[in-house]
């Protein structure tokens, strides 16, 4: 078995690009489970465009990369309702911020006959300016509910996922990271780092 001190050694850094605490204390936990990555964020003001999920995180990677001069990961959370055709979706941050979530949420969602929403987060990574970024998508399904447990994260407290009965807000942050839209992203990128012959860093 490996020692501490072999792990701490083996360990390589990755710059996370994003300006949102909660995710970066998300990744951090989650990537420090197991695996021996060191993540130093970086807070950059990039556009995010318009489009699919997909094109929003190419386009957020690839400048982020630019921006930065080498490799980094970027992370894009889209929050979407079946009964919308999978809107708010990237674009949940500005109806978050418009409408509230504890109740403008939940009103969107009156008179349509399902509140099924999935959460999913992209990670993208770039192997540096000019490289075409890759991307590790997780999917958590689940419910729009009344609001329930604290407030501090984004959606957390209206989001119910399948299977459970707390919200993502009610449940501990290990129950969450192990079942999180997050943590299947990661779970994924990590796998790919694995693969990865760098020396130092990613
Ligand atoms: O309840 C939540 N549980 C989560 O697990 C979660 N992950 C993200 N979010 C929120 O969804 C929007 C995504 O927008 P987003 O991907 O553009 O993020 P951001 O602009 O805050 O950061 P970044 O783009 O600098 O990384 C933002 O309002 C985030 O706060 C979450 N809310
Ligand atoms: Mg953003």
Redo the contacts with the bound molecule.
Sequence with gaps: MATSSAIAMASKRLTF????H??LK?TKYILSQGTPIEIDSQ?LD?P?LQGTTQE?AIA?CRRAAELLGKSCI??????CFVAYNGLPG?Y??HF??TLG?EVGLNNMLVGFPTKDAY?L?TFAYSAGPGTEPILFEGRTDGTIVPARGPGD???????QPKGFDQT??EMTKEQ?NII???YRALDKLRVYLATLDTENSF
């Design positions: 690009v994003t300006g949102n909660n995710k998300e807070d990039i995010e929003v957020k970027t992370e894009d959370t889209a929050l990237p949940i941050k978050l911020k979530h959460a987060c994260f984004g959606w957390d407290s209206v989001f993502y807000a969450k999180s839209h997050r």
